[in-house]
């Protein structure tokens, strides 16, 4: 365990990229779950919530987006306003998460309780898919919370300066072009 430790501090962007992988992980799992909870609760009656159902597969889209700029970012475009769009991005999906927790735990004791007024089928797998919902969500809200806060704290050591990106790349960022002849700053 110290060696883990200690290949972390010599080389931070090592761990960034660990816990970016469980956050893709995560990912993958949530596509799966919020399926099969959209699906139960979509058909389960009264002991199922239309309103969580589209929650479910919104929070999938949502991670979609959230993984796939972030893999765009870490891999490519590493600079500073990228990392602190990415900084913002980690901490608003991690409180997304943990309202989507609160949300589903409260639906599955809903789901529970109408479960135990009336014997449907439905409504018992409405409980099991909502309980895993809010499992998954919780542990998306602290996978991406763990992320924000180790990006944050070594989010200097994987920025590339403009001034090291070839010519293309640093032109699309805003960087300034060398001037031509005519004294204009545009580029053709």
Same mark, same amino acid.
């Given at each position: 365990?110290?060696? !883990?430790?200690?290949?972390?501090?010599?080389?931070?962007?090592?761990?960034?990229?660990?816990?970016?992988?469980?956050?893709?992980?995560?990912?993958?799992?949530?596509?799966?779950?919020?399926?099969?909870t959209?699906?139960?609760?979509?058909?389960?009656?009264?002991?199922?919530?239309?309103?969580?159902?589209?929650? #479910?597969?919104?929070?999938?889209?949502?991670?979609?987006?959230?993984v796939?700029?972030?893999?765009?970012?870490?891999?490519?475009?590493? %600079?500073?306003? #990228?990392?602190?769009?990415?900084?913002?991005?980690?901490?608003?999906?991690?409180?997304?998460?943990?309202? !989507?927790?609160v949300? +589903? #735990?409260?639906?599955?004791? %809903?789901?529970? /309780?109408?479960?135990?007024?009336? %014997?449907? /089928?439905?409504?018992?797998?409405?409980?099991?898919?909502?309980?895993? +919902?809010?499992? +998954?969500?919780?542990?998306?809200?602290?996978?991406?919370?763990?992320?924000?806060?180790?990006?944050?704290?070594?989010?200097?050591?994987?920025?590339?300066?403009?001034? /090291?990106?070839?010519?293309?790349?640093? #032109?699309? !960022?805003?960087?300034?072009?060398?001037?031509?002849q005519?004294?204009?700053?545009?580029?053709?």
């Amino acid at each position: 365990m110290s060696a !883990l430790i200690q290949q972390y501090t010599e080389k931070p962007t090592r761990l960034v990229a660990h816990v970016w992988y469980a956050c893709m992980f995560l990912a993958v799992t949530d596509m799966i779950v919020a399926c099969a909870t959209a699906s139960t609760n979509d058909d389960a009656g009264r002991a199922g919530s239309r309103g969580g159902a589209f929650a #479910a597969i919104w929070s999938m889209f949502m991670i979609i987006g959230y993984v796939s700029s972030g893999t765009y970012i870490l891999r490519k475009h590493k %600079t500073a306003s #990228a990392i602190g769009f990415l900084l913002g991005m980690s901490f608003m999906i991690s409180q997304l998460f943990f309202v !989507l927790f609160v949300m +589903f #735990a409260s639906f599955a004791t %809903t789901a529970s /309780e109408i479960d135990q007024e009336i %014997t449907d /089928e439905h409504a018992t797998s409405s409980v099991t898919s909502d309980r895993w +919902f809010a499992a +998954f969500s919780f542990f998306i809200f602290l996978v991406t919370a763990i992320f924000g806060v180790v990006l944050g704290k070594f989010r200097h050591d994987g920025i590339i300066p403009v001034s /090291e990106m070839d010519a293309t790349t640093a #032109a699309g !960022l805003g960087a300034k072009m060398p001037v031509q002849q005519g004294g204009s700053n545009t580029a053709v």
